[in-house]
């Protein structure tokens, strides 16, 4: 096992398991067990809510019991939104992802088990895990839906498995255009406003350091500066036009 | 503004903007902006699925567009599941929603768009933005439901907004037992154990430190000890009634 398990204890909504497919599916977990699904299994309406994730659940595997569906794992986190008087670490869904990346690289089973919607997991069934996982909810508002609590624990898996490397980097990817090409361009501006009277009496100096300073925070690229030089000279060329 | 505003950009299903409401509340989010939802608002549907959340759905405002709907913020972003070929910088949520944390402290307003469900935003309304959001996921299956992007721009607001503190903190509550209760402890299992041969000739050393490194392991507090301790007695004791 290179990924963690997610083991949904109960399950009820059909919508809901096809939602953990997806959202599994989204950070490349694939690996998921159900614990007795209420009203039986498979359930219509799952596989149209897993958005095309239907590998996930048609390879998901039944237990009867939470402990039947942890038995081969060395390494156990239990989610609960409530304090349960058990004297286990609690860890936030970053550390917790961080101590299963560490176990699973040793060549240890990871399982993360999510409880029921309405009244999540049975103290009996937290009492096998070796850790709590609980969210940075509002206190008052504290009731995750089943699909975003394995989200959450997707997303920060990932994020440690890749680095939080992104599909696509963006910014500028052209390196920033030389000084020379840059320094060309301020003085083609200042020459052009110039021309147009743009600076009042004494002021062109601290003007044109302004405007300087302004162009330098974009980090123009060569072609940044042959799009703006065109634009300016459009614009210059437009007035000499209209004052032949 | 303290919060970073959630606008939706002509959201269609009245679940997933319900749940989008769900999503923010779990994570201290109150601002949300609909631009243009489809089939209109209200949608019959929302309320239940944002599971309390009412309040957000209430206050939700609408707008014709995403220029409209942005036009008091000082800084935007978009969240893309694809390269657009614009020049902006690309952020994963947890840096987003860092340079969002300093934005609002220096008091600027900060939005966060989201797209269409099945399209997502035009390029157009992403030239709109300052910055791009995307998310680590399996480029293979990327698509992220519309509730689910907004869930983790909303976690990542509220680890950064606190630090990532939980509402309930764990592990061993009270301090390790003082050490001479614990060497008391340990004489007496040795003592226990020497009562039954547990100990094979000239192995008792180290079998002993063995158990004490076990046991160490444990960072037992007074009372576990005064249980461990029970237990054994209990054995033991046993054992006695049963050899009389």
Redesign the interface.
């Known amino acids: 096992m290179h990924h963690p398990v997610i083991i949904l204890v109960e399950p009820q909504l059909a919508e809901n398991i096809g939602?953990v497919a997806?959202?599994m599916?989204?950070?490349?977990l694939s690996e998921l067990r159900l614990v007795a699904p209420r009203n039986g299994w498979p359930k219509k309406g799952a596989h149209s809510a897993a958005?095309?994730?239907t590998h996930i659940l048609e390879n998901a595997k039944l237990f009867a019991t939470a402990r039947e569906a942890i038995a081969d794992l060395h390494y156990v986190l239990a989610t609960t939104?409530?304090?349960r008087g058990?004297?286990?670490?609690?860890f936030?869904p970053?550390a917790a992802m961080g101590e299963a990346q560490a176990r699973i690289a040793a060549g240890q089973g990871v399982g993360v088990l999510f409880g029921r919607e309405r009244t999540g997991l049975e103290n009996d069934e937290i009492s096998l895990a070796d850790a709590?996982v609980?969210?940075?909810?509002?206190?008052k508002?504290?009731?995750?839906?089943l699909?975003?609590a394995v989200?959450?624990m997707s997303?920060e898996w990932?994020?440690r498995a890749?680095g939080?490397?992104?599909?696509?980097?963006?910014?500028?990817?052209a390196p920033p255009a030389p000084r020379e090409m840059l320094v060309s361009f301020f003085d083609y501006i200042e020459t052009e406003l110039e021309a147009v009277n743009f600076y009042p009496e004494d002021k062109k100096p601290i003007m044109a350091r302004n405007m300087r300073d302004i162009l330098h925070r974009l980090e123009l690229s060569e072609q940044d500066v042959r799009t703006l030089r065109g634009a300016i000279r459009a614009l210059a060329e437009g007035r000499r036009l209209r004052n032949r």
Chains 1, 2 share one sequence.
Do not use: H, W
């Open positions: 939602m997806r959202a599916a989204n950070f490349c958005s095309g994730a939104a409530r304090e058990q004297m286990k670490r609690v936030g970053d709590i609980t969210f940075p909810v509002d206190p508002f504290s009731s995750l839906n699909a975003q989200l959450l997303y990932q994020r890749t939080g490397a992104l599909p696509f980097a963006g910014g500028q990817q």
